[in-house]
Nanobody
């Protein structure tokens, strides 16, 4: 099992920045991909970004490309999501996830999830 704990969410004005962290514990493997998803009220959970174990491969949703950056520190078993130029439409609960394989944009193909952290962007 893998346990994931997100932190770093909060309230920020449009144009501001936040950095989310996701600390993983338990049975982690070198094949694990870490990802971020988000879910706004009344909407389905959607892909934001993911990164492979080595960090050599990343993928971003078009809506965040150029504004968000995903990274990871394997020594700390932690992934990060740096979010810049935030917009009100980025408001959502952000979830960290782990997949025992390569990246995938479909949230149903990810096996482990954190509890989520709220990000609210005011206009």
């Amino acid at each position: 099992q893998v346990q994931l704990v997100e932190s770093g969410g909060g309230l920020v004005q449009a144009g501001g920045s936040l950095r989310l962290s996701c600390a993983a514990s338990g049975r982690t493997f070198s094949t694990d991909t870490m990802g971020w998803f988000r879910q706004a009220p009344g909407k389905e959970r959607q892909f934001v970004a993911h990164i492979t174990w080595s960090g050599s491969s990343t993928d971003y949703a078009d809506s965040v490309k150029g504004r968000f950056t995903i990274s990871r520190d394997n020594a700390k078993n932690t992934a990060y999501l740096q979010m810049n130029s935030l917009k009100p439409e980025d408001t959502a609960v952000y979830y960290c996830a782990v997949r025992r394989a390569g990246g995938d944009r479909n949230p149903n193909r990810w096996g482990y999830w954190g509890q989520g952290t709220q990000v609210t962007v005011s206009s």
